[in-house]
């Protein structure tokens, strides 16, 4: 599709994407940008992971929370999960298959990383969403189908996050699971809107994983 997040430049970190034989796909944050989630990349790099991250228009990827319907958060939604299916497809051109590619986003972006990974199941290198959920008013699992044949998965975020309740925490990793997701879901009292040094240790072992095998 060609929305409104299209044409947007795709930050780069890392390894040299023709010299990586893994990547990371860094989705930002509301109001963030992708040079600043290439930051927390860097934390989590591994020697032979390139670091992609694509770019929000406006540095927002759609309009209002995450939590009202669908259909109010287009088309910045769709033309979002394009442009991880872009950033993917680099990836892919370069030579890295997709189970060697991990998808990790913040707040916003991790809403829309685990949408993606959700609504295309395949076998990830990992899926990491800290501070984030399913995208929509309702989720109902029984609308997923298909196998992520078994993806790493790391669901991070407080117990009493302003933004993200913790149901949509627990339905996220529901529907995940029902789809053959290797899910690890940690809920941490009383942190906020953030991300928090075990988070940071539990992920940089799924990035060294990718390089590992």
Not at 14 to 36: C, K
Not at 40 to 51: E, P, S, Y
Not at 90 to 118: H, M, R, W, Y
Not at 150 to 165: A, E, K, L, Y
């Amino acid at each position: 599709m060609d929305g409104p997040h299209q044409g947007q430049q795709l930050a780069t970190g890392g390894t040299p994407l023709e010299d990586a034989e893994a990547a990371m796909i860094l989705v930002h944050g509301r109001g963030a940008t992708a040079q600043s989630i290439l930051q927390m990349g860097r934390q989590l790099h591994a020697d032979g992971v390139a670091l992609l991250a694509p770019q929000a228009a406006r540095n927002t990827w759609y309009p209002n929370s995450f939590l009202e319907p669908v259909e109010s958060n287009e088309p910045g939604r769709s033309s979002g999960l394009q442009a991880i299916e872009d950033a993917l497809g680099e990836a892919n051109d370069a030579g890295i298959p997709t189970e060697k590619v991990l998808i990790l986003g913040f707040s916003q972006g991790a809403c829309l990383g685990s949408e993606f990974v959700a609504r295309n199941p395949e076998r990830y290198g990992g899926h990491v969403a800290f501070s984030g959920g399913l995208i929509g008013e309702t989720i109902d699992p029984a609308e997923f189908e298909g196998s992520l044949e078994g993806t790493p998965s790391f669901v991070g975020c407080s117990d009493v996050d302003p933004h993200i309740p913790e149901e949509r925490v627990h339905v996220t990793t529901e529907v995940l699971e029902k789809l053959d997701a290797d899910v690890e879901e940690r809920i941490y009292p009383g942190m906020g809107h953030g991300v928090n040094d075990d988070e940071v240790e539990y992920v940089s072992g799924m990035v060294a994983d990718l390089v590992d095998d």
